[in-house]
């Protein structure tokens, strides 16, 4: 592959789609991994015209499934040089003690144990080649919890915790690893929160703009291509109207 590989997690929507769209546009191959096929397949329509392009179909909470999709690579998709660890998800609302135990495993299961099961499938690629960029998504949530985030704010702490120890660990190797928390983005994020509840959904987003999947793709493009020696590590990107996890100027006059 003449091009760098760039990988993405959760291409198939939001942050992980407009993210796909930009690494094209700076000259990245895509390798792109959802559940979802049919996104995939439109993924690969909405892509600059000549970008070099995979798809990968694959639940992360499942390692041999997550094994067997890489291990299923041509030769030319195999040098994977940007990992962009994105898939996740919230899933319910709730105090501690009316939490859904099935939500707390998707949770657990999606954005830190699928997060782990990529990273030990594409990283040793990379410290054998002494070459990568590992970009993790976390969340304002994994640096500040809020009422009723509880399980979701562990699980993006857990991403922050595992970002810094990663940076540590491949430190010798020369990998970049870089963290990227963003506030409110309005994506699928909160109707799969709320299990479908579009007007629910919707509603988080009242009265303020919120960031787009396009505004953080920008700063994660950004990222990716600063010069060799340069690693913006640790990224909190807030939309104007909120100031915390929990702060939020909405209709202002
Ligand atoms: P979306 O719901 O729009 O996208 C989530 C993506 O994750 C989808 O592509 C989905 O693909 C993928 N995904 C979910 N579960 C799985 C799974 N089990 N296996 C494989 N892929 C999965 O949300 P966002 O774009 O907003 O979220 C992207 C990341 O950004 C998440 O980690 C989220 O926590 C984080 N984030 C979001 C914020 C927001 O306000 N929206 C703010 C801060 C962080 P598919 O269903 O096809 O598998
Ligand atoms: C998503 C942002 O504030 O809904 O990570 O947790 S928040």
Redesign the pocket.
């Known amino acids: 592959m003449e091009k760098k590989i760039a990988c993405i997690?959760?291409?198939?929507?939001?942050?992980?789609?407009a993210t796909a769209i930009h690494l094209a546009k700076a000259g990245y191959a895509i390798l792109a991994?959802?559940?979802?096929l049919e996104?995939?397949r439109e993924l690969a329509e909405a892509l600059p015209t000549g970008t070099p392009y995979w798809s990968l179909s694959?639940?992360?909470?499942d390692q041999s499934e997550v094994t067997r999709a890489f291990s299923s690579l041509p030769t030319e998709w195999q040098e994977i040089e940007v990992l962009i660890n994105?898939?996740?998800?919230?899933h319910g609302l709730d105090t501690i003690d009316e939490g859904k135990v099935e939500d707390w495993d998707?949770m657990m299961?999606?954005?830190v144990k699928?997060l782990l099961y990529v990273s030990k499938t594409v990283i040793p690629g990379m410290v054998t080649r002494k070459s990568g960029q590992v970009i993790n998504?976390?969340?304002?949530?994994g640096k500040e919890i809020y009422p009723k985030g509880n399980v979701?704010c562990a699980s993006?702490y857990a991403?922050d915790a595992l970002t810094k120890s990663m940076r540590v660990d491949l430190n010798p190797h020369g990998i970049k690893v870089m963290g990227i928390?963003?506030?409110?983005?309005?994506?699928?994020?909160?109707?799969?929160r709320f299990k479908g509840d579009a007007d629910r959904a919707s509603g988080v987003y009242d009265g303020f703009d919120?960031?787009t999947?396009d505004d953080?793709a920008e700063i994660i493009a950004f990222a990716v291509t600063r010069p060799r020696h340069v690693v913006m590590a640790d990224v909190l990107l807030l939309p104007l109207a909120q100031a915390s996890a929990t702060v939020f100027n909405r209709n202002p006059s």
């Open positions: 997690t959760g291409a198939t929507s939001g942050i992980g789609w991994c959802g559940r979802r996104r995939l694959f639940d992360v909470r994105n898939a996740g998800n919230a998707a299961d999606i954005n699928g998504i976390g969340s304002i949530a979701y993006k991403v928390h963003p506030g409110a983005v309005e994506t699928e994020f909160s109707l799969v919120p960031l999947a953080v």
